[in-house]
């Protein structure tokens, strides 16, 4: 079951990540010239962050 869950995720990252790049190159009015090494950097931090999240929900109960 954890593998659908970091499948999921996993595809989730990638659109949001998509999105906050799009999002910040449109309000900075030009797009970035190393657009993979930022995409790269955004998509890590979200996966650290989501990843902990989920590790702490399903960590059994004490």
Not at 8 to 34: M, P, Q, T
Not at 39 to 57: D, E, G, K
């Amino acid at each position: 079951m954890e593998i659908l869950y970091f499948t999921v995720i996993a595809v989730g990252l990638y659109v949001v990540s998509d999105a906050v790049l799009d999002y910040i190159e449109r309000a900075r009015g030009a797009r970035f010239a190393n657009r993979q090494a930022i995409f790269f950097v955004i998509i890590l931090v979200l996966a650290l962050i989501s990843f902990q999240v989920m590790s702490l929900l399903m960590k059994p109960p004490a």
